[in-house]
């Protein structure tokens, strides 16, 4: 992993301190905000093994903390628990055995105010570690904490949706936080990009993830990118044209998938009595024809572009094109999280940030020159290599403008839905 | 389902009004005081398919009465939520579509409060009921819900046992209640009994379930039941002479279920550096060598008598021998809820009543005559007479001396572990 | 096991001479005639865990007279193969480990010229054992092989119809054994027996397996049982009358089957163009309605019990009915595969053996004192005494009226379907 | 598809004559070839879902020329037996419903010789094509047809490989062809390549599948290619410094797996007594330590190459650096189906053609401006491009020189391991 503190990283918050402690200090009170005024009830359940409960995403973004800069640097720290280490470790094996992924509905206690008591904890450990211990070498894994932190809300934004959506009652996460908007989509243009030897990833972003890098040159063609994303509408045309009952549409692992799991529409989607509904984490709404499609799979959107007889883009003519746009679009900070027609982006290329995050046709492979780090932190990205493809752009659930980069680089199973994941489509110029 | 409105059936309270009435608030009281000063998370989860989460239980034996009693019988009943017909449906087909069983543990909302709102509300039109509505053909429905109520307060803490031993806190469900006692347990001996055809089952007890009937004749040779449970010293000289390595000891399908699931030892037996403990739901605790085994399948059982180089005895053998014995033994209303040597039991058949279920060689059959009547109250038992065996007594989980009888019959499938079940041995005179 | 070689044990031919010997030839090429003029493809595959390929059961039969006779007693033996010992021992622990059971169609050498050669290489040793070293305590267990061997020849067929069930081209196993007869079925009447306490099992009869023993005493009330089989057109009644769909008709488990299989008929049945065809080892055929239903479950038996208002007999019940009558009905000797109304038994109770075999409502446990040898031979049944139900008189596939007697069990799940497994009705007097 | 008949295509016998038709002779011949002499039973059993029969292969070639040919160019065509058209389509939805994948091991009918018999009733209409319809529009479609049958003979031989490997007797597929040669490796040397823009991929070659154009441009970094493939000698020291123990070295999800399987080593290794071995299409041998090492998964591949320091190629890299290259290296008309050192490959990067076919760093993915056709032969490459690793170069069981080419692209998901698929390195420069 490869970080640099930076001046002008961007805050969660638009407060005028930018300072890392002030930073810290926003990102760790916005996973707060996400929770506040809910029941316990809503923390502890584990819809599927994909997805966390959200007190577990608490505990864990706090035991980040804990484990890499606190043990590792603060002298006379002392764990509030232990037994925290074992519970909380996700995925380091360096760190050592985890718990169970399956298993984490199962934990009843800590109670959800035991783990805010760790959050707390940790904050203040890390309050005195900012105080008398930083350096620039811990800094850049401060940096790696929060943005790490980051990305758990949005997975606690997503992971709640799931669950909430297994309730027949479907209750509503947050009250008026997936109203339709009732905004035109407007229609569907193209921008144009030429043949060339491109440089893209970042080795020197203010903050950037280990796989975004090296930076490096890619030989593209010449391709048109679309002007937003695909419709709620759109998709629905392909869905009554047949689109899932026409085996020619589709990969072959897509079409098994589609058969044994019964895909007929988009995750989340109910039609009753002629009327298609979605569920949101404001309950359910009618479903909103002029916004981006969403909960869709890669297999899905590779067969909706193919009905289209155009294509997805590759990861680098997304990147390529995208580079240059404002990073306007709704996300996260916004609490309206459900994608529309009617957020802040303009120009070529609306919503190509936030909304929803967009499938490309490139497999999550690493970057020539790359190599993950011996120590922990080189798990973060680099294992997952294999079996996934890449996402770009952000959505209405990541966490903030400062957080996405175009370089930046999202990645997914085809198969997963429960992510706000849509289609922007790409053709050969 | 056959039941009588009795007089003198024996209270979950020794309180002295045992009216109907007096007993259903002494029943529902109970299930409140097994969740009293939890905190909610613990209320949520499911561990398993076969279990469910501690607020389904509040709920659904609310919707029991609210069922068969106040939708039926109690004019301008209206529900508190309608949803919760489907939501909190166990398994009466008869009744309508019920919620997927093995998604128990997703429902976060009604919460908690909502679940004893939803009490309160049964409760308080139950009030009414008794006022105003109760009649001779409704006393034996509302007999019928206090023993299917006290049937899942068993089930409460047995299933949030499951729950907690996934957690690698070993979490204290009621501090004290799992303690050993250091009581002895006393040496073995054995009650014989004449051949001769015997009258089992029951037409015409106080309160019994379908099941138990009808009353019939059975043919049965002279043998003899031991005067006590096996304890867990006796089991663990049946584990150190290579019990579970010795395929002849076993029926095939339990050989196949001790290899593929690594059985070892009873469920919840764990042995760290040399020494053996037992998590209970007073927290782990060390093996008591004394106390009768628990948490055994069928199939342990079966293969310690077959070790021991006697038998377990039919269910009709335990019934013969223990008509007459008295109720005494621990129950649920000691909040001790682990089984010891220290009871109140003495006779001939110490503990054969309370402490642990104790597993017979009888498979789970209808008795000549029994035909399950048509309603949804006949699903209540008659439909799982198919691959489980019958358990007889009681256990330390059992709400109260007054909910067993000599000819309650207990069922579970052959490697169910989960129950308070243990082993007490038979054998041909 | 107990056995007692018997001067009066019929053979499977109606040879005069019923010599061990003579039995032993006579039984063993009857194996050969089931394979005879087949393409050693047929041998070769296995269809599912439970049935095992032709050649498998060809050399296994030889493995256990090899294995518990040559191995043993026959001085000088040289096993043909030594790997055999472990490729075809099928359950028996304590011979020593087995090759894995659900692979068995992997195996494509030995080759059935192979096998065929290793049949003869015992033949041929057991034809030395019987001139040389045939003892009293030898002879019981050459029964016992024989017995075995003939058990293996109804499976042969069962298996071998699976497989070619499983072909699209639905191919003929043998041309001719499976046509309807169209002979009438005639009305269901019904044969009285009175209460008491009857004898059942057998201790002494010329042959028998070690679970039909102890003789006991069972107290039974009067009871009725059906003087035929449930016919294929009242099955279909059933069907049409929507017993597949009725929840309340069905077990628990059945119903929970009957849904995940999507059962809608017996096993073979196959319904086009509004006519109902059933394949049989003769190919497919038109439905004979006269034709005793086979191949349903015990779950189908019993649902099927409960919409005729009526039940299936207990093993005691049937035994108790059927000791007097004539071993008359129709067998594998006969070369017609498939039931039907046309056999030549006679009397109150029609068909009571061979045809189909009966479903009673009795679980397979072990009768009052049996307890299991402690060699090898006492793996043959005590341990598959968990999860199956009891089954009488005997099929179409079963080898001969020598082969079955009134106090024979078998037994099986209670949703096997792959046997000739059909119903007999019966009610309380 | 694209294809081009070709005067050049190398057939896969060097006979003088390389007319289409001869070619077609030669490579139906050479499938026959294979199974020659071998029992029937062989022939039948499936040992895995991706694994088929020989027999369905020998047949399912055939079904490819009789529908994409015969059927619909030829007049008067009739087909031996209708039910074939459905029971050897292999994945074309296009063409119709297919027989199950996981039970092409239950078809005992058609039997060898019928598939024998359907072979040459293609073969003999074939004939009449070449002599009175052959097209310059159906040249190609013969072409992609005989293609096709070269990659199916290479799944014959590493399908039954697989198969034989259940069996505990460890059968000699074909005495002879996996003897270890004992002839040495040679040092490991690197040949490097210069940065650079390349193009990859074809338009023209004689013969082409779809997925290997459009013929594009792709931009290169410096690299350096080992000159021969990883042997089982440097593999054995990957495994005995712990390779398998260690997670940092392993992809997540290849960790899961390794921990899922218990695998320690290749495919097909087994160590006893200290020694290791290695089963052959000739039966087991000795590990040859010199020879390359092969049947690793694209996860294997990975992770030595994490634990030798350098990393795998892409597959741009593996063709650029190939691409003029001799096509040397042991194919299967050599009839000896285990790669070892001995054989006729020279140069800077021996054995990159044939030997084993080598693991790429790319998912297999489309080519920038990659549609696959809408008919039914648009199936054959395109909808596989999912969740599947590149190989490159062929193996001892690719069937002919002639077959395999630069841009030759194989593909199989990266746990795959029953191909001969082995490791060959790279590093940046």
Redesign the interface.
């Known amino acids: 992993m490869t970080t640099t503190s930076a001046v002008d990283a961007t805050a969660p918050t638009d407060a005028g301190d930018d300072s890392l402690e002030a930073r810290f200090e926003a990102v760790r009170s916005f996973s707060e905000s996400i929770v506040e005024g809910l029941?316990?009830?809503?923390?502890?359940?584990q819809?599927m093994e994909d997805a966390s409960p959200l007190?577990w995403h608490l505990a864990h973004t706090s035991w980040f903390f804990e484990t890499f800069l606190l043990r590792e640097s603060l002298p006379d720290y002392r764990p509030l628990r232990d037994?925290y280490a074992?519970?909380f470790n996700s995925?380091y094996?360096?760190v050592g055995p985890q718990?169970s992924r399956p298993?984490r509905?199962?934990?009843?206690?800590?109670?959800?105010?035991d783990v805010l008591e760790y959050r707390a904890h940790v904050n203040q450990h890390m309050a005195r570690l900012f105080d008398s211990a930083m350096t620039a070498e811990l800094e850049p894994v401060v940096e790696l904490g929060l943005n790490h932190e980051q990305q758990h809300q949005e997975l606690m934004l997503t992971d709640v949706k799931h669950?909430?959506a297994?309730?027949?009652?479907l209750?509503e996460f947050r009250p008026g936080s997936g109203a339709p908007s009732g905004a035109p989509a407007g229609p569907l243009g193209w921008a144009g990009f030429e043949e060339g030897?491109y440089w893209v990833g970042t080795d020197d972003a203010p903050f950037f993830f280990d796989n975004e890098g090296p930076r490096?040159?890619?030989?593209l063609?010449a391709f048109e990118l679309a002007s937003r994303p695909v419709t709620n509408g759109e998709y629905l045309a392909f869905i009554d044209d047949g689109g899932y009952e026409r085996?020619?549409l589709?990969?072959?692992?897509?079409?098994s998938q589609v058969n044994a799991e019964g895909w007929r529409a988009p995750l989340y989607w109910d039609r009753r009595d002629g009327e298609w509904f979605q569920f949101t984490l404001g309950g359910e709404q009618p479903l909103d024809l002029d916004a981006p499609v969403t909960h869709v799979s890669h297999?899905e959107a590779d067969a909706y572009a193919r009905w289209a007889e155009v294509r997805l883009p590759t990861e680098f003519e997304w990147e390529v094109a995208a580079t240059d746009q404002p990073r306007a679009g709704r996300f996260a900070d916004d609490f309206r999280w459900q994608p529309s027609a009617d957020d802040a982006s303009e120009g070529p290329l609306r919503q190509i940030y936030g909304g929803v995050w967009e499938w490309t046709?490139?497999?999550y492979?690493?970057y020539?020159?790359f190599y993950a780090s011996?120590d922990a932190i080189?798990?973060y990205n680099g294992?997952?290599?294999?079996?996934q493809m890449v996402l770009r752009g952000g959505s209405v659930a990541t966490p903030s403008a400062g957080h996405i980069r175009p370089t930046y680089r999202n990645f997914f199973p085809?198969d997963a839905r429960w992510q706000f994941s849509g289609i922007r489509l790409a053709r050969?110029a």
Chains 1, 2, 3, 4 share one sequence.
């Open positions: 029941p316990a009830e809503d923390l502890v359940p819809s007190k037994e074992y519970l995925y094996n360096a718990y298993q509905g199962m934990i009843t206690r800590p109670t959800v105010a669950l909430f297994q309730n027949p009652l209750p030897v490096h040159q890619v030989f063609r085996s020619n589709w990969l072959s692992a897509a079409w297999y046709s490139s497999a492979l690493p020539p020159g011996d080189g798990e294992k997952f290599m294999s079996n085809p050969d």
